[in-house]
């Protein structure tokens, strides 16, 4: 198991860091955590289940350094994301957000009653958070996969971070060099877990409207530079997906 992570962004009091590979190997999915750290204060983003937990709460402490974690961000209510929240609530003082679709079904991953208050419901418009002098934004990504899903826009290093949208599987590099040649590695899992076009289209709309140099999802590699990024949200924009092509199965089925 690896222990490597990767700064992207650092402009010396902001810092951006994705904690690369702690599951890879085995039947689990690839997952990517995500670390920001502004002067005093940090955030994890989709920590992830049982088997890395405490890999990523160790290398998440020495990030910090003296910084203390204020947010556990949660996209969505998958597993590889949720499953060991409760270690992160009982071993830091940090207020855990997530859709209020998911507050509810949450503690079925085991929530200690000591915790329950700390895990903090997000309107569907979204919330900014304040991070220490910097404030992040969690933004609709709603049907992508999830009917409760959310991504963060942190300003200052100009990154969106898109949880299961923009996902790949299969390739060995951490930042995707050619559009292109990228889509094989993420076609599938988009067509059969994001909802449809017009929830594709809405992200879309809204993602235009910000200015982003790096998307980077919580599985496979990132997306960096405004060309590629516009590569993506415009493949996102045109992309065919889930209720749209499900007579494509209904059609092949063999009863
Ligand atoms: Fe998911």
Redesign the pocket.
Known sequence: MSTANTVIFDNGIHRNILLEDFGSGGAAIQANQHVIIHGKEGMILDPGGHKIYSSVLNETLSLLGGSKLRYIFL????P??VAAINGWLMTTDADAYISKLWTRFVPHFGLDHLVVERLKPVPDEGMQLALAESTVSILPAHFL??PG?LHVYDPISKILYT??LG?SIGMDYIEVPDFEQHIRYMEGFHKR?MASNKAMRLWADMARTLDIDIIAP?HGALFRGKEMVNQFINWCADLQCGTDIMENIYNSSST
């Open positions: 996209s969505h209510q998958d590889d994301i996969h999830s899903n949880s299961d996902a877990y919580q």
